[in-house]
């Protein structure tokens, strides 16, 4: 009987080096079926997408023939709702609602343009705001100043504004509540995005930067880094963290705390990505515009006021106290000096619900009795907030 020839077995390092056999590479022709595959589905996308745009240019014209609003942002929302619960991926909901963000972007500006100021210059994190949520098709104003953006929209010369009210780290912005006080707008959404600060430069690195310029509030968020990493470096404030990057662009050894966004807009090296101190940290801007929104079940109210007999005991507990009986939650509640009152305060709160809700309705009631001046900023959707690895897509697709 023939002895079976002996098979020599490989070593566990050759198995290791082969690789699991079960596993088939694709030949370079399936490659090829797929992105042949690909390229026919991409140009049904394409038909669609016009198609979609003719259906969008005879929506602008019925309405312009019913003298209705362009812009809806309770059909935008709904478009995005049902698109993220319909979704089996792998496509994630994140990318998703990035590409329909300027699906509707751009098939608005097929009807018309929607005119948005905002805190300028470009890049600052206003913009990359404005970009999250109306889409890079508007046509987005730059303002040297907030009072700039109010009055645009006050006096109707855009359609709306975009502007920052408070900081996870920082707290309030003092001057947009002012502003509140001054002018009729209504706030009508709420974005709240990630602040990711890099240190930007014409520089290869640290040892280079001998100056570095800022806006405060940025300043403040990075300052136990920056004593850190730049101890004897010189610290400039500036308007803006965009106005940072402009003027680093510009100088030999300077840098600037600013968005990523900034250092492709001004062709700068990002010498240290996320240097804020706080990791999560969230800046929280307001859509103001002229007209109230509709409820949506996931609401918030801002409303300020001054007190009748605000050096009684107990004046501002026995103003709130109607919210409470009523069941309606504050969520904040900031002062300001009276402008024109000496000693006399301003307050500022935020509360959930809708001020056409039943329970909002009759705690408003009772609440307007024991108070003076007061004045609905508006009933608008909570916020989602919004991570800074999508601000950076956003800002790659801005040109």
Not at 315 to 327: I, Q, S
Request: aromatic content about 8%; charged content about 30%; proline content about 5%.
């Amino acid at each position: 009987m023939a002895k079976k020839p002996k098979t020599k077995k490989k070593s566990p390092e050759r198995k290791q080096r082969c690789g699991p056999v079960a596993k088939k590479v694709p030949a370079s022709s399936d490659i090829g079926l797929f992105r042949k595959e690909i390229d026919r589905i991409d140009d049904v996308i394409l038909e669609l997408l016009n198609k979609r745009a003719k259906l969008a240019i005879e929506i602008g014209k019925a309405k312009a023939s019913r003298n209705m609003e362009f812009f809806s942002p309770q059909r935008e929302r709904s478009i995005f709702e049902r698109l993220s619960a319909n979704n089996e991926g792998p496509f994630p909901n994140e990318a998703l609602r990035a590409v329909f963000r300027e699906i509707l972007s751009a098939s608005l500006s097929l009807e018309k343009p929607l005119k948005v100021s905002f805190l300028g210059p470009r890049a600052t994190f206003t913009h990359l705001a404005c970009l999250q949520y109306f889409g890079r098709s508007s046509q987005f104003i730059p303002e040297k100043n907030l009072r700039n953006v109010f009055e645009g929209v006050e006096r109707e010369r855009v359609d709306y504004g975009v502007i920052p009210i408070e900081n996870s780290t920082e707290g309030v912005i003092a001057h947009t509540l002012d502003l509140f006080m001054e002018c009729d707008v209504r706030i009508c959404e709420e974005i709240m995005i990630e602040i990711s600060l890099d240190l930007l430069s014409r520089s290869e690195g640290l040892d280079d930067i001998r100056r570095v310029y800022s806006h405060p509030h940025a300043i403040a968020q990075c300052r136990n880094w920056l004593e850190s990493h730049l101890e004897d470096v010189e610290i400039v404030d500036v308007p803006s963290t965009a106005k940072a990057a402009e003027i680093a662009s510009k100088e030999t050894h300077s840098g600037a705390v600013a968005s990523s966004y900034a250092a492709k807009l001004y062709d700068l090296n990002v010498l240290e990505r996320r240097i804020q101190d706080i990791p999560h940290n969230y800046t929280r801007f307001l859509v103001i515009g002229k007209k109230d929104e509709a409820p949506t079940g996931r609401d918030k109210t801002s409303l300020m006021f001054s007190l009748k007999d605000a050096g009684n005991v107990g004046a501002l507990y026995n103003a709130l106290k109607p919210f409470a009986e009523h069941d309606v939650n504050l969520t904040k509640i900031e002062s300001r000096p009276h402008k024109g009152k000496a000693w006399d305060y301003i307050f500022f709160v935020d509360l959930e619900g809708h001020y056409t809700d039943e329970t909002l309705v009759a705690a408003l009631g009772e609440f307007q009795e024991v108070c003076s001046d007061l004045k609905l900023l508006g009933s608008y959707p909570r916020g989602r907030q919004v991570r800074s690895e999508e601000m950076v897509r956003v800002g790659k697709n801005e040109s």
